[in-house]
């Protein structure tokens, strides 16, 4: 069974900084691999996803994340944080042959002026 | 406006008494999922569905039942409540073209006392 680990359960970070949020998957064969973001009082929403390709996939709102096979990590970026990105993030990973997510405990970040 | 609704958003109720949870999607999607959120562990799948009548277990479902008489609806039923299922509970749904696209409601905040 796969499964997802966030090492880092909260973050805070100046605005403009950069951000990186870490993701840790265990997975015997080739994963699907997601980000969603939470924002307070709201339900999840895709931030960006990996199937297959490329290793650096681009998501909405200016995040990125790179897939690394060897390190079985698939870690968030940002470049440069805005207030706006104050919000609880989740990776999560799909198994190749049903429609299953598994959750991470969830990283929560906070921005600062 | 695509999007999946839940009723109610908030709910306090006591040990034992019957309720249900509502779910409905406008995007004629075919897989259907309930997740509930507790701090620290993520969301943990509770049922889902891959289609009309078509309903299986996911990693926490003692307690809950669900249905799914229409493609749009997928109802969480909690036939005895008790305060372990005090939570913040996710629908979810996803077309079988894009399965791991999933799109969450708003989330169900029960607490049971």
């Known amino acids: 069974a796969q499964s997802v680990t966030q090492p880092d359960i909260h973050i805070t970070v100046s605005e403009g900084a950069s951000l990186e949020l870490r993701c840790n998957y265990s997975y015997g064969a080739t994963p699907y691999l997601f980000w969603y973001v939470q924002s307070p009082g709201q339900g999840l929403q895709l931030l960006l996803k990996y199937f297959s390709g490329d290793t650096l996939v681009q998501g909405i709102k200016g995040f990125e994340a790179e897939f690394k096979r060897s390190q079985s990590s698939f870690n968030l970026r940002k470049p440069s944080v805005h207030w706006s990105d104050a919000a609880e993030y989740f990776c999560a990973v799909g198994a190749s042959n049903d429609y299953k997510l598994s959750f991470g405990a969830g990283t929560t970040v906070t921005v600062r002026a | 406006e695509a999007q999946v609704t839940q009723n109610p958003r908030y709910l306090i109720t006591v040990t034992g008494k019957k309720l249900t949870v509502t779910c409905s999607q406008n995007?004629?999607?075919?897989?259907m999922s309930w997740y509930r959120q507790d701090p620290g562990l993520g969301l943990r799948q509770i049922y889902y569905s891959m289609n009309v009548e078509v309903t299986d277990k996911g990693d926490v479902p003692e307690g809950y039942k669900v249905s799914r008489k229409e493609k749009r609806n997928f109802p969480l039923i909690l036939e005895s409540p008790s305060p372990n299922q005090t939570s913040l509970y996710f629908c979810?749904?996803?077309?079988?073209?894009?399965?791991?696209?999933?799109?969450f409601g708003p989330g169900t905040r029960l607490t049971v006392t």
């Open positions: 995007m004629n999607h075919e897989y």
């Open positions: 979810a749904s996803s077309s079988d073209r894009t399965p791991y696209e999933q799109y």
